[in-house]
């Protein structure tokens, strides 16, 4: 059976990762604006206030882990906040050790957590497949592996930059297996914790090709098709077929980036007949045609 949310995590190729140590003391407040990457931590002693725009404010405890897959305007703080300091999140300077709130004297707040990016051409449109918010308690291997992380970005050995793609890897699909059944907004994780849909959804991602209806997937879960059309819109926050042409023009974007094959061949991996269709249904979806893509990407280097 496929795994459609690995696939996803593969297909968004996570790299480039910069870590961080954050420690904070007294009453402090801080707010970040819109930083679109995903970003990650994982607290290691105190506590502090997390507020994440669209998002119930929730506290953060040591041994807890956050992920956000877009990073949306957010603020920390302690629990009884200071002063509002605002961030730009684009433009403030990286720093390897951030203190907020009072400067001198011992940390009432330690986390360890940092950022990375996303290489694939639809991760945009892939990330809104995720939770916008995942807040994780007694997980341990998570903080282990933001450690890990740390470690490995601050090294500068041989093979560094696939280790950290890895680790980030196995890093979002520890936490994405780990959120709780239906805390997540409607997207693949509220989907795949359904096991009717789940099933759907693992035959869709299984043969890509084929050419699907809904009746043909609501006979691999198990449904009717007003029953199943309905369930799986809810939950996924897409209609079936609409998740499965994004889901094939997201396979077919990467292909076109590897420039192999031909135009007819890549057609034939997502599920179209001819070049032809494939085009059209391509141009619709992204705004321009296959080959003026292709091009562009070559352009890129």
């Given at each position: 059976?496929?795994?459609?949310?690995?696939?996803?995590?593969?297909?968004?190729?996570?790299?480039?990762?910069?870590?961080?140590?954050?420690?904070?003391?007294?009453?402090?407040?801080?707010?970040?604006?819109?930083?679109?990457?995903?970003?990650?931590?994982?607290?290691?002693?105190?506590?502090?206030?997390?507020?994440?725009?669209?998002?119930?404010?929730?506290?953060?405890?040591?041994?807890?882990?956050?992920?956000?897959?877009?990073?949306?305007?957010?603020?920390?703080?302690?629990?009884?906040?200071?002063?509002?300091?605002?961030?730009?999140?684009?433009?403030?300077?990286?720093?390897?050790?951030?203190?907020?709130?009072?400067?001198?004297?011992?940390?009432e707040m330690r986390q360890f957590g940092g950022w990375f990016t996303f290489a694939a051409p639809d991760a945009a449109l892939l990330v809104t497949l995720l939770p916008r918010m995942i807040h994780l308690r007694g997980v341990p291997r998570l903080t282990q592996l933001v450690h890990m992380l740390g470690e490995e970005a601050a090294r500068d050995d041989a093979g560094r930059d696939l280790i950290l793609a890895r680790l980030v890897e196995i890093l979002l699909i520890e936490a994405l297996r780990a959120a709780p059944e239906g805390a997540a907004a409607p997207g693949l994780l509220r989907g795949l914790s359904d096991p009717r849909i789940a099933s759907a959804l693992r035959s869709l991602h299984g043969d890509i090709t084929r050419t699907w209806t809904v009746p043909d997937l609501a006979a691999t879960a198990g449904m009717s098709r007003s029953a199943f059309f309905e369930r799986f819109t809810r939950l996924v926050g897409r209609r079936p077929m609409e998740y499965l042409t994004t889901w094939r023009m997201a396979v077919a974007r990467d292909l076109l980036r590897q420039g192999s094959l031909a135009l007819d061949?890549?057609?034939?991996?997502?599920?179209?007949?001819?070049?032809?269709?494939?085009?059209?249904?391509?141009?619709?979806?992204?705004?321009?045609?296959?080959?003026?893509?292709?091009?562009?990407?070559?352009?890129?280097?």
């Open positions: 059976m496929s795994d459609p949310l690995a696939q996803v995590i593969e297909l968004l190729r996570p790299q480039t990762v910069f870590s961080k140590g954050i420690t904070a003391a007294g009453h402090w407040a801080v707010e970040y604006t819109e930083f679109g990457r995903p970003a990650f931590a994982a607290m290691t002693m105190g506590r502090c206030r997390l507020s994440v725009e669209g998002e119930k404010p929730v506290t953060v405890e040591a041994g807890d882990f956050v992920l956000l897959p877009a990073t949306p305007r957010f603020g920390m703080s302690s629990l009884n906040p200071g002063p509002l300091r605002r961030i730009d999140a684009r433009t403030d300077p990286a720093k390897h050790e951030v203190r907020h709130g009072r400067q001198d004297g011992p940390p061949e890549v057609a034939a991996r997502v599920g179209y007949g001819s070049a032809s269709t494939f085009s059209t249904a391509f141009s619709r979806h992204t705004g321009q045609p296959p080959g003026r893509y292709a091009k562009a990407v070559l352009a890129e280097g």
